[in-house]
């Protein structure tokens, strides 16, 4: 089992920042990538970005290319996601989560963090 522990998550204006962070621990020899997923009221839960351990690699959805950056700390197993220019459509609450491959299916992701609201106002 990995432990997950979102941070970061609060209130925003319109154009403004975020930065989150997701503190891994336990099991986490077998989570070979990172990732971030988040859900509106009434929406389905939707991957965000990830994340690869060893090799960096990233992928992110299309609707936060250019605005949103996923990094890591491996040495503090600690994943971020900086959140520039962020929208109204943004608002969600925003959960971390431990997963075997890069990809965007949240089947393959297998321990999960407790969410954090993040909203945006306009």
């Known amino acids: 089992q990995v432990q997950l522990v979102e941070s970061g998550g609060g209130l925003v204006q319109a154009g403004g920042s975020l930065r989150l962070s997701c503190a891994a621990s336990g099991r986490t020899f077998s989570s070979a990538v990172m990732g971030w997923f988040r859900q509106a009221p009434g929406k389905e839960r939707e991957f965000v970005a990830g994340?690869?351990?060893?090799?960096?690699?990233?992928a992110y959805a299309d609707s936060v290319k250019g605005r949103f950056t996923i990094s890591r700390d491996n040495a503090k197993n600690t994943v971020y996601l900086q959140m520039n220019s962020l929208t109204a459509d943004d608002t969600a609450v925003y959960y971390c989560a431990a997963g075997r491959i890069l990809t965007p299916a949240s089947g393959y992701y297998d321990n999960w963090g407790q969410g954090t609201q993040v909203t945006v106002s306009s």
């Open positions: 994340i690869a351990w060893t090799s960096g690699n990233t």
